[in-house]
């Protein structure tokens, strides 16, 4: 069935570096959603892209959409410590006559001061 | 708009019991979804009831239930409690008619069982 793989596992960064998950499927998606959780805290939709090759931007975060539509990236230029957290990506998948959430396991990143 | 709200926010359980966990969405939002996440486990998708009926479910025996309202706020029910079961159980929201559309989480309720 339709999984999204999302890399890497956990990344390491110093305050300031740049850093980027990828979001990457086998099939088509008909779009891709992106939350981020921090520590202790509940995930929180950030953004979804729709569009083949569509980019959005939000400050320093940086969402695109694969020009095929199978994969996904966010990335954050000059990380912050108010970035540290678990970036998840989500992408529907048809259940009969409805929609699943399919989900990536999710992206930590722990950011050195 | 109030965002999602869930109780408890924490609760301790022993082996063998049964908890209720309450949800209750966003002003306007039908549908409710249940995820359980635990260390390393990602978000794990339990059910999702829109209207009042379960419309999509994921994995899970038959201890864990659900139910949703006519004013679409959402129960869910585990019964007979292992171990395995303690997680951060995650309730969201959502607007979409067909279901999979951006998901407005709750807090969580943090589930203990000893």
């Known amino acids: 069935g339709q999984q999204v793989m999302q890399i890497p596992q956990y990344q390491h960064v110093q305050e300031g570096e740049d850093f980027t998950t990828y979001c990457n499927s086998s099939?088509?998606?008909?779009?891709i959603q992106w939350y981020k959780q921090r520590p202790g805290g509940h995930p929180v939709f950030l953004i979804q892209?729709?569009?083949s090759g569509e980019v959005k931007k939000q400050k320093r975060l940086t969402f695109q959409f694969g020009e095929a539509k199978k994969n996904s990236s966010l990335h954050i230029t000059a990380t912050q410590t108010t970035d540290v957290g678990t970036y998840f990506c989500?992408?529907?998948?048809?259940?009969?006559?409805?929609?699943?959430?399919?989900w990536g396991l999710g992206t930590s990143l722990a950011v050195n001061p | 708009k109030a965002g999602v709200t869930q109780t408890p926010r924490y609760l301790i359980k022993t082996r063998g019991q049964q908890v209720t966990l309450s949800c209750s969405p966003i002003?306007?939002?039908?549908?409710v979804s249940w995820y359980q996440q635990t260390p390393g486990q990602g978000l794990q998708f339990l059910f999702e009831?829109?209207?009042?009926?379960?419309?999509n479910k994921g994995n899970f025996p038959g201890r864990f239930s659900g139910r949703q309202f006519s004013n679409s706020r959402s129960e869910m029910n585990v019964s007979t409690l292992e171990l395995g079961d303690s997680a951060l159980y995650l309730c969201?929201?959502?607007?979409?008619?067909?279901?999979?559309?951006?998901?407005?989480f709750g807090p969580g309720t943090r589930l203990l069982v000893l």
């Open positions: 969201a929201s959502s607007l979409a008619g067909r279901g999979a559309g951006a998901q407005y």
């Open positions: 002003s306007g939002h039908r549908s």
């Open positions: 009831y829109f209207s009042e009926t379960q419309r």
């Open positions: 099939t088509t998606l008909s779009n």
């Open positions: 892209l729709v569009k």
């Open positions: 989500a992408s529907p998948r048809e259940a009969g006559n409805n929609r699943k959430l399919i």
